[in-house]
């Protein structure tokens, strides 16, 4: 069972053995690779889908038609930022879990006595604003697709407030990067201060080391 002391200034649970990473370390592993094979399917789309909306509007087709496919453009491009966001923050939750892992199995074998650092502001701060960018941008791709359904029915009262929304769905992404790249900040932030303790605690092991 972990007991919470403070050391060179960093709140620490402090056990007898690794306490292994923690759920979003765990998701992080996990979903890394998927996020990122979504991002390198989901920009070539958009590539495409842009191209064929250039040539609907070369071939003068129908103006629902032209409305839909720009509407269904920044959804797949967007959905393809979404997701390389995605795979950068969850490489950063990946790569702190093999530190606390890594870390708390070489305390385990060399004292005994692991130290491991509660979950510091700055790893908050990145889960939250991590979930709040990925919602806004996620929100705004399925506004889009939506405007695009409606615009491929043709009705003239959502074509009427078509680009209306559309400038509303534009400053949703926009705000969504920047809070997302802002989380995405936080996560060097966070490794910075992990590697901070470790070295301090590297130099305490052999005054612990076990008898």
């Given at each position: 069972?972990?007991?919470?002391?403070t050391?060179?200034?960093?709140?620490?649970?402090?056990?007898d053995?690794?306490?292994g990473?923690?759920?979003?370390?765990?998701?992080?592993?996990?979903?890394?690779?998927?996020?990122l094979?979504?991002?390198?399917?989901?920009?070539?789309?958009?590539?495409?889908?842009?191209?064929?909306?250039?040539?609907?509007?070369?071939?003068?087709r129908?103006?629902?038609?032209?409305?839909a496919?720009?509407?269904?453009?920044?959804?797949?491009?967007?959905?393809?930022?979404?997701?390389?966001?995605?795979?950068?923050?969850?490489?950063?939750?990946?790569?702190?879990?093999?530190?606390?892992?890594?870390?708390?199995?070489?305390?385990?074998v060399v004292?005994?006595?692991v130290q491991?650092?509660?979950?510091?502001?700055?790893?908050?701060?990145?889960?939250?604003?991590?979930?709040?960018?990925?919602?806004?941008?996620?929100?705004a791709v399925?506004?889009?697709?939506?405007?695009?359904?409606?615009?491929?029915?043709?009705?003239?009262?959502?074509?009427?407030?078509?680009?209306?929304?559309?400038?509303?769905?534009?400053?949703?992404?926009?705000?969504?990067i920047a809070?997302?790249?802002?989380?995405?900040?936080?996560?060097?932030?966070t490794?910075?201060?992990?590697?901070?303790?470790?070295t301090?605690?590297?130099?305490?092991l052999?005054?612990?080391?076990?008898?």
């Amino acid at each position: 069972m972990a007991t919470t002391i403070t050391n060179h200034g960093f709140r620490l649970h402090l056990s007898d053995r690794a306490l292994g990473r923690n759920l979003p370390q765990r998701v992080g592993g996990v979903l890394w690779l998927p996020t990122l094979l979504m991002a390198v399917m989901a920009f070539p789309a958009g590539a495409i889908l842009g191209g064929v909306r250039a040539a609907a509007i070369a071939d003068a087709r129908e103006a629902d038609t032209v409305a839909a496919l720009g509407q269904l453009v920044p959804a797949v491009n967007f959905l393809g930022f979404a997701s390389v966001f995605a795979a950068v923050s969850f490489a950063i939750a990946r790569i702190l879990g093999e530190f606390r892992e890594g870390g708390g199995r070489v305390q385990e074998v060399v004292s005994g006595r692991v130290q491991t650092p509660v979950m510091p502001a700055t790893a908050r701060g990145f889960i939250v604003l991590m979930a709040t960018g990925m919602m806004a941008l996620l929100g705004a791709v399925v506004g889009h697709v939506v405007l695009g359904v409606g615009a491929a029915s043709g009705k003239a009262g959502i074509l009427a407030y078509l680009e209306r929304w559309s400038l509303w769905l534009e400053a949703v992404r926009r705000i969504g990067i920047a809070v997302y790249l802002v989380s995405i900040s936080l996560g060097p932030a966070t490794i910075v201060t992990v590697l901070r303790f470790q070295t301090l605690r590297i130099a305490e092991l052999p005054r612990e080391r076990r008898g």
